[in-house]
């Protein structure tokens, strides 16, 4: 059944492994949407005929009853298939899952259970209890489980000849919970086409999502599902032509996993130290539970899949392998203004103006110049009596305040230290998915708890954090400037001795340490920067243009001025 799912152009999260759990559920409903069927995640013989395969016993067969674990009530200790499930909802909802999905109920669990229920104002108990229960999705009882089927596959086709059919739109069975590059590529086509996707082309399948597809399927006379279906991707254009080919990773790190020995398993392990993380056991060439552990942790701070398998991403990410392509927000554009086609910050910060003036941009500031900023630009054009030609042009530079580099003085930011001291680690994290549809607005720097974290600036102390159940961002503090521009630290383990708000800070004084409190998988920074107390931008250039990881030797500066 999964094998025809996946054929169908569904996508079975964890592949055709024989178990129906939550990602085989999930995959059933998409494909129930796609048909129009009654969206029950169960194979009933309407969509059994739609998959081509066995509804398996006879009518007369009486399928036994069995009592399904019930999730409430699972702690610490607990193993099986519910605690699988648990932990395939916990992931899917963003939360770091140390360990991964493996059925067993430990201290990462309990956790991450944790964290979702602080996330969403329940008591932080690490126990699923029924309002925990009720958030996931989680039913708990008896569920009637077929015997194992004994029906022949139909007769034309056998697992080893199977039938030969047409390529299947891969956009096709896209709904709520998908991620990834195809769904951005739905999202920007839907953007494209003029309908509004709340928070942009982010690549995950939300709600906003849906109720945009929902809006476009309701616009151009197509069934109304929210779900992707082959009518709606063939009317956005979408996975008409075959897409090509991705070839097969060749980078021999790629695919490292538990178990692993060798040459190889060491290059990692010294990479992932090199970062700032701890691997139990050091660079001994044999990828254990303390490897993946601390693989896990580097997944979950750079948005990769926490699975504790070595990706083409986490590989380049760690410059192993290939060499690394530093991403840069600030690469090379073209001379003068932002111009259609251009993906770059100077093209965010132009959008976050247009928005800013009272004008409605589709997709909002999401740094991309397509068709969606252009129509915005020609609507600021039209509204101030300007020429209309959808484009940056020197009228428009005028009117919205902005300099020849495409961006306004207010996004004018120069640091003068680096925020931590080293040993540390960091890449180009702005903007990546985490969970509920949020977006990272910052960049996150590993280093070891403890380590010294400098205020970037001169500047006085505006606003304080504390860790408290429930709460995101753990310790944490503003360094704003009398422009209004403000740095904020988050997830800190506590203040230097004097530090509150309206203390006056130097650039370079000790404002705090490292730590991992609040919604943190790893101890790091996450760092912040807001031009003029705006909209943040992305951090990664600036941190880069200064970059000092590499300097591990704590430098003490106390210059602080007392508040009041």
């Not at 020429?387 to 305040?401: F, I």
């Not at 300099?403 to 960091?426: H, M, N």
């Not at 400037?481 to 997830?491: A, V």
């Not at 920067?529 to 000092?548: E, Q």
């Amino acid at each position: 059944m999964q094998r025809a799912l996946i054929s169908a152009g569904v996508t079975v999260r964890g592949g055709a492994d024989g178990r129906f759990g939550a990602a085989t559920r999930a995959a059933v409903v998409s494909f129930q949407l796609s048909k129009g069927l009654a969206q029950s995640g169960e194979i009933d013989s309407a969509t059994a005929a739609a998959l081509g395969v066995s509804t398996g016993p006879t009518a007369t067969t009486t399928p036994t009853t069995t009592t399904v674990v019930a999730h409430k009530g699972l702690q610490i200790g607990a193993t099986g298939s519910s605690v699988t499930d648990l932990q395939e909802r916990l992931v899917a909802a963003g939360v770091y899952l140390a360990g991964g999905v493996d059925g067993r109920y430990g201290k990462g669990t309990a956790a991450a259970v944790s964290q979702y229920q602080g996330w969403n104002g329940l008591s932080r108990s690490g126990v699923v209890d029924a309002a925990t229960a009720s958030k996931l999705g989680i039913t708990s009882g008896s569920a009637p489980v077929a015997p194992p089927a004994t029906a022949t596959p139909p007769a034309t086709a056998t697992p080893d000849e199977p039938t030969v059919a047409p390529e299947p739109n891969p956009y096709v069975g896209l709904a709520v919970g998908a991620r990834g590059q195809m769904v951005k590529e739905v999202q920007q086509a839907l953007i494209d086409s003029g309908v509004v996707v709340r928070g942009g082309a982010d690549g995950v399948f939300g709600n906003a999502t849906k109720a945009a597809v929902s809006k476009y399927q309701e616009s151009n006379g197509l069934d109304v599902s929210g779900a992707m279906n082959e009518a709606t991707a063939i009317k956005l254009g979408l996975g008409t032509t075959t897409p090509p080919v991705t070839p097969a990773a060749t980078n021999p790190y790629v695919g490292l996993s538990l178990g692993a020995q060798g040459p190889l398993v060491k290059d990692l392990q010294t990479a992932l130290m090199g970062t700032g993380l701890v691997v139990r056991g050091g660079a001994d060439g044999s990828f254990g539970n303390a490897t993946k552990s601390a693989l896990i942790s580097f997944q979950s701070v750079n948005a990769i899949p926490q699975d504790g398998v070595v990706t083409e991403a986490g590989a380049r990410l760690l410059n192993l392998g290939t060499p690394a392509t530093e991403p840069n927000a600030f690469a090379p554009t073209p001379d003068g203004y932002p111009q259609k086609g251009e993906s770059s910050e100077r093209v965010r910060v132009f959008q976050q103006h247009l928005i800013d003036s009272g004008i409605k941009l589709v997709g909002g500031a999401d740094g991309s110049f397509g068709n969606a900023t252009k129509a915005a630009i020609s609507t600021f054009q039209k509204a101030n009596g300007l020429t209309v030609t959808g484009t940056v042009t020197q009228e428009v530079a005028d009117k919205l305040g902005l300099a020849e580099a495409g961006t306004s003085t207010a996004a004018s930011v120069k640091l003068d230290r680096f925020p931590i001291q080293g040993q540390c680690w960091y890449g180009n994290t702005w903007h990546a998915p985490r969970g509920n549809g949020r977006l990272h607005e910052g960049v996150d720097v590993i280093a070891a708890e403890g380590k010294l974290l400098y205020a970037v600036v001169d500047g006085t102390i505006t606003k304080q954090y504390w860790d408290k159940p429930g709460a995101t961002a753990g310790n944490g503090l503003r360094v704003a400037q009398n422009d209004g521009t403000y740095f904020t630290y988050l997830h800190m383990s506590g203040f230097a001795p004097g530090i509150e708000v309206g203390t006056k800070v130097k650039a370079g004084d000790v404002v705090g340490f490292v730590g991992n409190t609040g919604s943190s998988a790893t101890a790091h920074l996450h760092f912040e920067i807001h031009p003029g107390g705006g909209a943040a931008v992305n951090p990664y250039p600036y941190l880069k243009a200064i970059d000092d990881c590499g300097n591990t030797t704590p430098q003490y500066q106390s210059s602080f001025v007392p508040a009041g």
